[in-house]
Structure formats: C-alpha cells, structure tokens
C-alpha cells in the first residue's frame, strides 16, 4: 500500500527548523515515485482502510478512555479543512468526535486572553477533538493585520508552546496539520466556488483580500510553524494540492499516534464468565 511506503518524517517541521514554504512542493508529484494515476487509485484504496482503522481505534480510546487526542488543521483558504475532516474523521462515531471552528472571536471572547475560548473546546478522555483554524489564529490573522501590536503576538509563541504542553502534560496526544496549496490550485478552487451554484455558499469576497496577503501569511506561517513545532506537539506540512495525497498523510499521522497508544479494551465491570442471555 502507499501508506505503507510514506515517510511521514518528510512532512514533519523540526523544533527550529529553518523552514521555507516555497521550497517545499504542494503537489503530490513531488513526493511520490509512481505513476500520478496509479498512486492515486492506490492512495484512495489505501484511504478508504485508513478511514475503517481510524474509526476502530477511535472507539478503543473512547472505551479506554486512556487519552485525550487533538488534531490541528490549519491551511489558506480553499486548503481543505472542512474536507479533511470529513473524508478522514467520517466513519469515527459521533460520540467520541468533535469539531471546534475559531472564526472571530465574539464581543465576550475578546474580553478574555486569547487562549480563554480555545481551552473551553481541548479534549476530555476518550475524545478526538479537531480543530479547524485554531489558536494559531492569534499569530496569523493578528499579525498579519496588525489586530495589535507585535511586541504582544510575539510573546505568544511561547505562551503557546506552554499551553500544548500542559495539555500533553495532563494526557492529550496533539498532532498539528499545516495544509500546504499553491496559489494556482487556490485560485482554481475560489474559482470553482464562484461558477458552481452549489458552492457559492463558500465564497465571501473578503476571500480575496486574504489571498491579496499570500506572502504575509506565508511568512506568518514559516515562523509559527518553526518557533511551535515540538516533539511534543508536532507540526506537519502536508501537500495538499491532491486531495487523496492530503488525507493519505493526514491519515497516516493521526492513525499511527492513535495506534502508539496500544489500548486494550477494558475489563468488564462484573463477572460476565459463562453468562447466558435467555
């Protein structure tokens, strides 16, 4: 299988790393030493037994309880945040699944820190919680439009990083998604959400005056990336032109975390040895 033969350490930002974004190719092409067809007919076979293991082990935690799991999908818009969810979380039962999206903060969450609305929505025991756009807001929106002053989104990497770890500290696995598309394939997808009735919906036109910002946001990625990738919270670029190789990775990562985890089922509470439902 494809999966078998990612190595997922190829997506993974290290602590400090000097990273740069343009340098790392969105496509799937790059990474992938097969036919482009080919890879993508076994990718999404493999996807589709990813997605089953995903939902078995997502029910083993949500029975043992032994964990707290956070997954963070950040991405430009058009990234596929909504669709990764969908297409790699699916089969996992709703009751031990949530999704928590940080748009703006609301008139009372602006009255708190900026992590005061985000802690509200991290994991209990035996839940997968994603995140779509997340924390990290506060040093990508913010800084980019200068919402204040950067003395102050400065400090808050480290206030970051601390918080993460006071999550892993108090038993929650954190894996960090950093969905990575060109500005062509962004363009394509605004385009589609324009012309297709069905998607109009998606489309604000202030869409554009982000995508106006591309390289500032870039450049707010590289360093948040950089100065909050962990070992214990890591960060992933994941290419995420092709959408199939998207969920492969994404996939990939989340399911191997969970199966770190070896979770056996629990016990019975009572003696159920020899017992017979009349």
Known sequence: ???????????LVRP???LDLSKLSPG?????????EEAKEVAQA??????????????????????????????????GKDSTTKRVFGDGSPLGISVAAFGRPTEEESRHDYLWRVHAHTPSDGEIMIF?????????????DGLVP?????????????????LVDEGTVIRKFFLHISRDEQRERLQERVDNPEKHWKFRKGDLDVRAKWDDYME????????????????????????????????????????????PWPEPEDDIEGLVIE
């Open 46 to 79: 493999a996807n589709l037994g990813i997605s089953a293991e995903l939902a078995s082990l997502q029910e083993r935690l949500h029975a043992t309880k032994s964990a707290k799991v956070l997954v963070v999908l950040q991405g430009m818009d058009t990234s």
């Open 220 to 263: 707010a990625y590289q360093e948040a990336l950089r100065r909050t990738s962990t070992k214990h919270a890591p960060w992933y670029v994941v290419p995420a032109n092709s959408k199939w190789f998207r969920d492969l990775v994404v996939g990939s990562v989340v399911a191997d975390a969970l199966d770190e985890l070896h979770m």
């Open 132 to 144: 779509n756009r997340s924390h990290y807001e506060d040093v990508l929106v913010v800084r980019v």
């Open 1 to 11: 299988m494809l999966s078998e033969m990612l190595d997922l350490d190829r997506f």
């Open 28 to 36: 799937a092409g790059h990474w992938i030493d097969r036919d482009h």
């Open 150 to 166: 950067k003395h102050q989104w400065k400090k808050r990497y480290e206030h970051i990083v601390d918080f993460e770890q006071m």
């Open 16 to 18: 400090g790393q000097d």
